[in-house]
């Protein structure tokens, strides 16, 4: 499967970005997908998944309840909304997926979309 981000971009701390990642192929709905992040001078980290049944996973409470992930079958594609945006959460945001069950690491990667906050 290939995958293809969008939405990154230039917003201000409190400010909020839909990610958004296309995927190819016919058989999307029997995908794992997720979502990593990579800030400046740091380790990639696991952000949120959402697996082939819908069921979903995010890396800590902070994310829990300022980031939301979801997935329309549809149309090939998975969303991330990030809300109340922190100077923190400046990364390259990279779209990950999982043929079947959600596991780590993922399967494929994507191209990633530059996050930048400012303060």
């Known amino acids: 499967v290939q995958l293809q981000a969008s939405g990154g971009g230039l917003v201000q701390a409190g400010g909020s970005l839909r990610l958004s990642c296309a995927a190819s192929?016919?058989?999307?709905?029997?995908?794992?997908m997720g979502w990593f992040r990579q800030a400046p001078g740091k380790e990639r980290e696991f952000v949120a998944a959402?697996?082939?049944?819908?069921?979903?996973?995010y890396s800590g409470d902070s994310m829990k309840g300022r980031f939301t992930i979801s997935r329309d079958n549809a149309k090939n594609t998975v969303y991330f909304q990030m809300n109340s945006l922190k100077p923190e959460d400046t990364a390259v945001y990279y779209c990950?997926?999982?043929?079947?069950?959600?596991?780590?690491?993922?399967?494929?990667w994507g191209q990633g979309t530059l996050v930048t906050v400012s303060s």
């Open positions: 990950v997926a999982t043929i079947g069950q959600w596991s780590l690491p993922p399967e494929y």
């Open positions: 192929g016919r058989t999307f709905s029997s995908y794992s």
């Open positions: 959402i697996d082939w049944s819908g069921g979903i996973t």
